[in-house]
């Protein structure tokens, strides 16, 4: 049973515009929820993360939001640049936020056209 | 620069055989993974390890030992490689009692078992 769920395998958006990726999960119990971005051949790296006491988390030009009743957060990128694109993993914890058992979501490859 | 090295980017190996993938990190952390990337799967947990001779199951262990006899060294081994086993190996590391989730991964190690 998948646990957090990306139900965009893909997204295409043109340079300068936002970027929307969303993320649901089922675990009530999760606490802590991150964002990864991969490159091809290269690892992923962690990119920002949102503690549920927060609706909310900016920087620079990306923002997690987090609505809790609905199990569904999203990453906004604004603006989008070609260098973002890549596959994006959204990412969830339970207990006190430790990344011992953090699962992941199967990923959306975001592709920024110039 | 922080860094998790993973010890071959590239292996082909025939079934049967034993694998052995290994991984370091210079960050003295506590925490360690490894991770299995596959197309339409996202990312799953194999093991991991919160110190030094400990050893925890992931989501999908099956096929699969690790070994940390020292803090900053993880090895994943495959008893007897198959093909089912064909993946993107990723290891990674976290500090101990972190709290704000974030995982530091290595480049990946492309196993292919013919």
């Known amino acids: 049973d998948q646990q957090v769920k990306q139900n965009s395998p893909s997204l295409s958006v043109q340079e300068g515009r936002i970027s929307i990726l969303n993320c649901d999960y089922t675990?009530?119990?999760?606490?802590?929820f991150l964002w990864y971005k991969k490159y091809p051949a290269e690892g992923p790296t962690f990119l920002i993360s949102?503690?549920?006491?927060?609706d909310k988390n900016e920087d620079g030009r990306f923002t997690v939001f987090l609505n809790k009743s609905a199990k569904h957060l999203s990453l906004h990128i604004v603006p989008s640049q070609p260098g973002d694109s890549a596959v994006y993993f959204c990412?969830?914890?339970?207990?006190?936020?430790?990344?011992?058992?953090?699962?992941f979501g199967k990923g959306t490859k975001l592709t920024v056209n110039p | 620069d922080v860094k998790v090295t993973q010890s071959s980017r590239y292996l082909v190996k025939r079934t049967g055989e034993k694998v052995f993938l290994e991984c370091v990190q210079d960050?003295?952390?506590?925490?360690m993974f490894w991770y299995r990337q596959d197309p339409g799967l996202g990312l799953r947990l194999i093991y991991f390890?919160?110190?030094?001779?400990?050893?925890e199951k992931g989501d999908i262990p099956e096929g699969y030992s690790v070994s940390r006899e020292k803090k900053e060294r993880f090895s994943l081994i495959l008893e007897s490689a198959s093909t089912n086993q064909t993946s993107m190996y990723l290891c990674?590391?976290?500090?101990?009692?972190?709290?704000?989730?974030?995982?530091?991964f290595g480049e990946g190690s492309r196993l292919t078992v013919l």
């Open positions: 990674a590391s976290s500090g101990g009692g972190h709290i704000t989730g974030e995982l530091f």
């Open positions: 675990n009530s119990m999760f606490d802590y």
């Open positions: 949102i503690s549920s006491i927060k």
């Open positions: 990412a969830a914890s339970a207990g006190k936020g430790g990344s011992e058992k953090l699962v």
């Open positions: 960050m003295d952390h506590e925490n």
């Open positions: 390890s919160y110190d030094v001779k400990m050893k």
